[in-house]
């Protein structure tokens, strides 16, 4: 499966965005999908991932309440939709899977999947 990213750009703080990830080739409904951040100078950090199953989510400490993940089967794409950003959230988006139904985690945070789309980049100015 190939992934791509997009939905990215420049807001304000406070702000919103949509993030999409599509599938260029094979389909995502069938795995879960993880999205993820990586800052300059920062370690990439899961941010979120929905498994086949639309009612298991999840989602790291600092975008809970703002960030929510969702998947529309019919369109192959799995959201990100991001509120009330802050210019803590400034880096670059990825969507990735595993090719498992689902989300897998260590001591809480997201594991690295093994498949990835090319990143988005989201700009969050003070």
């Known amino acids: 499966v190939q992934l791509q990213a997009s939905g990215g750009g420049l807001v304000q703080a406070g702000g919103s965005l949509k993030l999409s990830c599509v599938a260029s080739?094979?389909?995502?409904?069938?795995?879960?999908i993880g999205w993820f951040r990586q800052a300059p100078g920062k370690e990439r950090e899961g941010v979120s991932c929905?498994?086949?199953?639309?009612?298991?989510?999840y989602y790291v400490d600092s975008v809970k309440g703002r960030f929510t993940i969702s998947r529309d089967n019919a369109k192959n794409t799995v959201y990100l939709q991001m509120n009330n950003l802050k210019p803590d959230d400034t880096a670059v988006y990825y969507c990735?899977?595993?090719?498992?139904?689902?989300?897998?985690?260590?001591?809480?945070?997201?594991?690295?999947?093994?498949?990835w789309g090319k990143g988005t980049l989201v700009t969050v100015s003070s």
């Open positions: 990735a899977t595993d090719l498992l139904e689902l989300c897998t985690y260590y001591s809480g945070s997201l594991l690295d999947m093994d498949y």
């Open positions: 080739a094979g389909s995502l409904n069938f795995y879960a």
């Open positions: 929905i498994g086949t199953s639309e009612g298991i989510t």
